[in-house]
């Protein structure tokens, strides 16, 4: 790796928002918490597809990859991240490298790359990733990317995370490097209020966003940029003006949280927009910082009564569906702040977690886990850092679990078992935050464990029911 890549990877490991690196010693922290991957060993994603998750969903820009078609192809639209407005963000765009670039290099493919894009589209930005191929042969991204941006007079944005760096969670923080070194804080914004609040690492899945901004809307405050979720180049460019931080996901991008923190003074929380009781503590959340950092103090009145309007509204809705859903077993197997902001509100929908997976939690996700579901310090029964196909099989075979809520590629596990399954990530579409959300997520739990289909295939298949009379005979 060349000796920039080196140095953002151990800026990245020195995370002083996350308390297991700063429990470390020195030498362990620069060490870091996770290691290279090996030829054919991405699974679950690379450092390069991790980077496109985090900033694809900004929609106005022009994604481009330096690397073969295939690494372009991997990453293309795999989040259902929902725009209002420009499709720029939906259009693949990749410098296709052959054998011929292998050997002479691809930096002049990739500055003609460049000025086609800025020619035909016209973007306010380019974002250039760095793929294993272009890294290994040495092409100079962010040198081709400083030479356009002067040619054209438009941001060029070198994301420097070729695959090999790392898994897709070091991804997501190269790439939100990439934002704090060449992004955020180089626009003024044209306008600014005392309600001014940024939301990082929320990605606007299914239109999720759209669910939680009219209650802001409500309240008077104004999301000045989310990054990334349906996010603009020049909102994110100035979003070091907002009053306040909210951190949706610590996993993927706390490095913008607390950067932000110290160059601007901007104060963040951390919190979840899943469920009854998470959604109005957020809201809660958000009225007290920025009262605190100048905003009238009549917000949090008018936070409180309007959380008391749509809880009463929200609790009645899913009244009927607690009842049928009382005591149904869930095992959930997802990961990050949805390992634990999950759990609430399937608590709050008469569910009993039995099981939610901790491999892509942080320490802080895992504490929360623990007082959600009341576990002791020595009580991780429920809290599973990695299941194999084959245990999760006989979980649900044994009907220790009456439904699964996964990702895609768990889902084969519970059909097999002839379990009720529903996808809970990135892929699903129904969008499930909000106390809008809050109902949908209930009516599709429902809708999959009352499905008469179960009924149809647990029962014995006519070639293996038993005719009495040929017994008889």
Request: charged fraction near 25%; charge should be neutral; glycine fraction near 8%.
């Amino acid at each position: 790796m060349s000796a920039s890549l080196n140095a953002k990877i151990a800026q990245v490991f020195d995370e002083p928002g996350c308390d297991v690196n700063q429990s470390k010693d020195a030498k362990a922290r620069k060490a870091g918490c996770t290691k290279q991957l090996t030829p054919g060993a991405a699974a679950g994603g690379c450092a390069f597809d991790g980077a496109k998750i985090a900033l694809q969903p900004i929609v106005d820009v022009a994604h481009l990859v330096h690397g073969p078609i295939a690494c372009e192809g991997n990453s293309w639209d795999n989040r259902h991240s929902a725009s209002s407005g420009p499709q720029t963000y939906r259009t693949g765009f990749t410098t296709d490298i052959n054998e011929f670039d292998v050997v002479y290099g691809g930096e002049k493919r990739l500055f003609k790359a460049i000025r086609e894009i800025i020619e035909k589209v016209d973007p306010p930005a380019v974002f250039v990733y760095q793929t294993c191929v272009t890294a290994m042969i040495g092409d100079d991204v962010e040198a081709v990317c400083r030479k356009a941006s002067e040619k054209f007079g438009k941001p060029v944005i070198p994301v420097n995370s070729p695959g090999f760096a790392g898994p897709k969670n070091l991804g997501n923080k190269l790439g939100a490097e990439a934002l704090l070194d060449h992004v955020i804080g180089t626009v003024e914004p044209e306008l600014t209020t005392p309600y001014d609040i940024n939301i990082i690492g929320e990605y606007n899945l299914s239109g999720e966003l759209w669910q939680v901004k009219p209650l802001l809307d409500a309240l008077g405050v104004r999301i000045a940029s989310c990054i990334s979720g349906d996010g603009r180049y020049n909102e994110i460019a100035s979003s070091h003006r907002a009053r306040a931080n909210m951190m949706v996901c610590s996993k993927s991008m706390i490095n913008v949280a607390t950067r932000m923190q110290q160059r601007w003074g901007i104060p963040y929380f951390e919190g979840s927009f899943y469920g009854i009781s998470d959604m109005s503590m957020t809201l809660r959340e958000i009225a007290r910082l920025l009262v605190e950092r100048g905003a009238p103090a009549e917000l949090q009145g008018r936070t409180e009564a309007l959380i008391v309007a749509e809880e009463a509204r929200a609790w009645e809705r899913i009244r009927a569906y607690r009842e049928r859903l009382a005591g149904k077993k869930v095992l959930l197997i997802t990961g990050g702040v949805k390992s634990w902001s999950v759990v609430s509100a399937l608590q709050e929908a008469g569910l009993e977690v039995v099981g939610t997976s901790t491999k892509k939690s942080t320490k802080e996700d895992k504490q929360k886990i623990k007082e959600i579901m009341g576990l002791t310090s020595e009580d991780s029964a429920h809290m599973i850092d990695d299941m194999t196909p084959r245990e999760m099989y006989a979980m649900l075979r044994d009907a220790r679990a009456d439904i699964m809520l996964s990702g895609g590629r768990s889902q084969f596990v519970a059909l097999k078992a002839r379990m009720p399954w529903m996808d809970i990530n990135q892929e699903r579409h129904h969008a499930f935050a909000g106390y809008e959300g809050m109902v949908t997520m209930v009516a599709e739990i429902d809708k999959a464990l009352f499905n008469p289909v179960w009924r149809e295939v647990r029962s014995p298949a006519p070639w293996d029911v038993v005719d009495p009379l040929l017994v008889e005979a």
